[in-house]
C-alpha cells in the first residue's frame, strides 16, 4: 500500500498541473485574439481615414483616385477575409465594395466621389467600430 500512497501525491500534483496549464493556455488564448480583433479593428478605422486623405488631394486626378479608392477597398477586403470577428468582417465587406463601387472618370465625378468618401467616411469609420463592439 506505501507505493500507492506516494504516487497519490505526484498524480494529484501532475493533475493540478495540467488543469492549470490547459486553463493558463486557453486564457491566453482569448487575450491573444482579443488583441487580434483590437488591432483589426484600429486597422479597419485607419484604411477608411487613410483613404479618405488621399481621396482628398487627388481632385485633379481622376484615375489616380479611382485606384485610391480601389486600393482601399482591396485592403479592407483583405482586412475582412482574415477577420475572425464575424460582425467586422461583414462591415469591413461592405465599406470595402462602396469604396470598390466608385467610378471616376473625370473631374466632375472625382469631385462627386470625393465629396462622398468625405461625407461617408466617418460613418463608415462607425460602422466599423461598432462592429467591433
Do not use: H, Y
Not at 506505501?2 to 497519490?8: A, D, E, G, S
Not at 493540478?16 to 491573444?32: K, M, N
Not at 488621399?54 to 481632385?59: D, M, P, Q, T, Y
Request: charged share 20%.
Amino acid at each position: 500500500m506505501r507505493p500507492l500512497q506516494r504516487r497519490i501525491p505526484v498524480l494529484a500534483a501532475s493533475a493540478l498541473a495540467a488543469a492549470l496549464i490547459t486553463t493558463g493556455c486557453s486564457e491566453i488564448q482569448e487575450v491573444s485574439q482579443g488583441i487580434d480583433k483590437a488591432q483589426q479593428c484600429v486597422q479597419a478605422a485607419g484604411i477608411v481615414t487613410e483613404t479618405a486623405a488621399k481621396v482628398s488631394g487627388l481632385l485633379d486626378d481622376p484615375a489616380a483616385m479611382e485606384k485610391a479608392l480601389n486600393d482601399g477597398g482591396a485592403k479592407l477586403g483583405d482586412l475582412a477575409d482574415k477577420a475572425a470577428n464575424t460582425s467586422l468582417k461583414e462591415a469591413a465587406e461592405g465599406v470595402s465594395s462602396t469604396l470598390e463601387g466608385f467610378t471616376v472618370t473625370d473631374a466632375n465625378s472625382a469631385v462627386d466621389a470625393a465629396q462622398k468618401v468625405a461625407t461617408d467616411s466617418v460613418q463608415w469609420v462607425q460602422q466599423l467600430t461598432n462592429a467591433c463592439g
